[in-house]
């Protein structure tokens, strides 16, 4: 058995989980105080075999965002990861590239071979478009997959509200309260999870959101309205500290550097103005910049 996630900072955090409660086995105690918030039949099918905190995660795929046809899958993805990590070159870039696309190989062939699998998603559009993708991968498949769903919202064990935008903003101690549920998944369950990733690769958009319980394509200039409603209250600002401004307010969770691209639209569209590049070996998306209006 080995478990699947996507996104980063997702892995490391999950290997943890799984670590935690394979060695201690102590859930009992630890969830103790908060335990009428907890799904205890998704917690005894998620601790049912911990003897792997085996992770393979899927962190560079970005598929929220992006054509999704054939034609232009690899490059857009290729040119996601660039913007991730605007340090990479070419050769690196298609290293990583490569790299995921092998993890996916790895996972279908280990699921050919009887392994089961756990998949870790939530309603993230990266981490559902992946889980989408990954079932699609998958079909026709006889192996064992589990599903384990994070809830949308809950209250954590400190009394206070947390939106679970994946694993990745979920304290250690918040995510036996964060399981939705874990179940084996059906064919028909299956079936209609690739007819979602189909859908999505029809319709081929370059965006993908939540948006009132499912995951919808939209255009690409979705968060500009949301850009200029976010706007610093100094006239000269820095271009990271508008792109914060939106992911705190937006109320979707979205890539940083997608919405730092989407300004740099902005700019070449007149809407900004760049009043200071930033410097040569630092990222584009730490200049000044200034609001100039919408055309």
């Keep these: 058995m080995f478990n699947v996630c996507f996104g980063y900072g997702e892995a490391g955090l999950l290997k943890h989980y799984l670590s935690w409660f394979r060695d201690n086995r102590g859930v009992d105690n630890y969830i ?27 962190g560079a795929m970005f598929l929220d965002i992006g054509r999704l046809d054939e034609v232009n899958f690899e490059q857009d993805r290729k040119d996601l990861i660039g913007s991730f990590f605007h340090e990479l070159g070419k050769r690196k870039i298609n290293k990583l590239y490569r790299e995921e696309m092998d993890k996916v190989d790895q996972i279908v062939q280990r699921a050919r071979s009887g392994e089961t699998l756990k998949i870790w998603q939530s309603n993230a559009p990266y981490s559902a478009c992946g889980y989408y993708y990954l079932i699609d991968k998958l079909q026709g498949i006889d192996c064992d997959i589990i599903s384990v769903g994070l809830k949308d919202k809950f209250i954590g064990h400190r009394g206070q509200e ?16 964060g399981v939705d549920y874990a179940k084996s998944l059906s064919v028909n369950d299956r079936n209609a999870i690739s007819l979602k990733w189909q859908k999505l690769k029809n319709e081929n958009a370059k965006l993908r959101v939540h948006k009132e319980g499912e995951i919808v394509s939209v ?75 919408n055309n």
């Excluded at 947390?162 to 036996?176: E, H, P, Q, R």
Aim: charged letters at 20%; hydrophobic letters at 40%.
């Design 32 to 58: 103790a105080p908060y335990k009428e918030r907890i799904n205890e039949n998704a917690w005894e099918v998620i601790l049912a075999d911990t003897s792997s905190a085996e992770v393979l995660h899927l």
């Design 162 to 177: 947390v939106t679970s935008f994946g694993l990745s903003n979920i304290n250690a101690y918040d995510i036996a309260i």
């Design 219 to 293: 255009t690409p200039d979705f968060f500009d309205e949301c850009i200029v409603q976010n706007i610093p209250l100094e006239q000269d600002f820095k271009e990271t500290s508008l792109a914060v401004n939106v992911l705190g307010n937006c109320g979707h969770c979205i890539e940083y550097f997608y919405i730092c691209s989407r300004i740099n639209h902005m700019i070449e569209q007149g809407v900004f103005q760049v009043i200071k590049k930033a410097k040569r070996k630092d990222p584009p998306y730490r200049q000044i910049i200034r609001f100039l209006g």
